[in-house]
DNA sequence: CGAGTTCATCGTGAAATGACGATAAAGCCT
DNA sequence: AGGCTTTATCGTCATTTCACGATGAACTCG
């Protein structure tokens, strides 16, 4: 097997059309989940963190941000549960990085009004 | 004077280009500041509101909402707070109607990331 | 003036959020 | 195996948010 991938974690890049409406019932409260997964100043400095750096990060950000490191945690797994970021366990660490797909839905659905 | 203005309360549009940064500390908590104000279904429901009707609505919102009428000027405050909605008085109603200069910067602040 | 609207604000209680330290789980290295 | 590192989860506490009814302020109209 080809063991030599330094941090393959994020998704080659999904391309395909998001065919969901940006309007109605489903869509409000798509984005008022996904707004509010990023209302939070110190999520939004892990999602820029993680659209600098291609290669994913993951115990750095903690190194980052002042904040305790069950905190950052908590934080991350907003993230994840909003499906904003992905991740993935890699020996003994955890590798994240953004779900490209997902953002651009946030886009779309702020884009929709 | 021209007292013949049905719902004069939005402003003519502003077209003039936002020179702030849509990086660093600044931009994150202003982003983070905005997504918070809709990250809630019932503001997301507002703003959409507001959108469709080019004219401002007012005490409409509590007819289509079903929250009391209390609760959603608690919502409006949100919004306004956050700069997202502009809110006019209007003899003894309030005339709302978005801002879209702010929520210009909101999708530039997303798009940066 | 006085009654009736319309909306904002106050006070309150239940629930969610944010932060932390402590602890547990899982993997690496010698 | 044993120790070390890395991360997730738990428990806790303080603060904030959300929703409501009640009250108050401002305006219109008869």
Redesign the pocket.
């Given at each position: 097997m080809n063991s030599d991938d330094p941090a393959v974690c994020c998704p080659p890049a999904d391309d395909r059309p998001d065919l969901r409406p940006v309007e109605g019932d489903e869509a409000d409260h798509e984005l008022a989940a996904l707004a509010?997964a990023v209302?939070?100043?110190?999520?939004v400095q892990i999602l820029r963190l993680l659209s600098r750096r291609a290669s994913c990060v993951?115990?750095?950000i903690?190194d980052v941000l002042?904040?305790?490191?069950?905190?950052?945690?908590?934080?991350?797994?907003?993230l994840?549960d909003a499906g904003l970021v992905r991740?993935e366990?890699?020996?003994?660490?955890?590798?994240?990085c953004l779900d490209p797909r997902t953002m651009r839905r946030f886009k779309a659905l702020l884009g929709g009004l």
């Amino acid at each position: 097997m080809n063991s030599d991938d330094p941090a393959v974690c994020c998704p080659p890049a999904d391309d395909r059309p998001d065919l969901r409406p940006v309007e109605g019932d489903e869509a409000d409260h798509e984005l008022a989940a996904l707004a509010k997964a990023v209302g939070h100043p110190a999520r939004v400095q892990i999602l820029r963190l993680l659209s600098r750096r291609a290669s994913c990060v993951c115990g750095e950000i903690v190194d980052v941000l002042p904040l305790a490191q069950s905190t950052v945690s908590q934080h991350l797994k907003v993230l994840k549960d909003a499906g904003l970021v992905r991740g993935e366990i890699d020996g003994p660490r955890t590798c994240y990085c953004l779900d490209p797909r997902t953002m651009r839905r946030f886009k779309a659905l702020l884009g929709g009004l």
